[in-house]
Nanobody, 120 residues
Framework: QVQLVESGGGLVQAGGSLRLSCAASGRAFSHYHIGWFRQAPGKEREFVSGISSSGGTTDYGDSVKGRFTISRDNAKNTVYLQMSALKPEDTAVYHC?????????????WGQGTQVTVSS
């Protein structure tokens, strides 16, 4: 089992940047595939980005490609989401989630989320 805690959210102006962190406790963090999701009020949860257990493979939702970068430091049990060129439509609660394998990706563990608000 793994516990996930997000941090780094806040209020930023459009065009600005933020870096979110997803810190994990528990064993074998380096074995987990990690994803970032977001949910805005009244909207469905949206996939933002994912990273394989080794960090060698990444994936992004179409709305964030070219603006967001996911990375991980397995020695620190942490995954990062660097967000740049932020837009008001990026405003949401951002959650990280863990899947036990890189092949069949089923996100079983979720963090509580961190709020990101982008002002225009």
């Amino acid at each position: 089992q793994v516990q996930l805690v997000e941090s780094g959210g806040g209020l930023v102006q459009a065009g600005g940047s933020l870096r979110l962190s997803c810190a994990a406790s528990g064993r074998a963090f380096s074995h987990y595939h990690i994803g970032w999701f977001r949910q805005a009020p009244g909207k469905e949860r949206e996939f933002v980005s994912g990273i394989s257990s080794s960090g060698g493979t990444t994936d992004y939702g179409d709305s964030v490609k070219g603006r967001f970068t996911i990375s991980r430091d397995n020695a620190k049990n942490t995954v990062y989401l660097q967000m740049s060129a932020l837009k008001p439509e990026d405003t949401a609660v951002y959650h990280c989630a863990a899947a036990m394998t890189d092949t069949t990706i089923v996100y079983r563990y979720w963090g509580q989320g961190t709020q990101v608000t982008v002002s225009s």
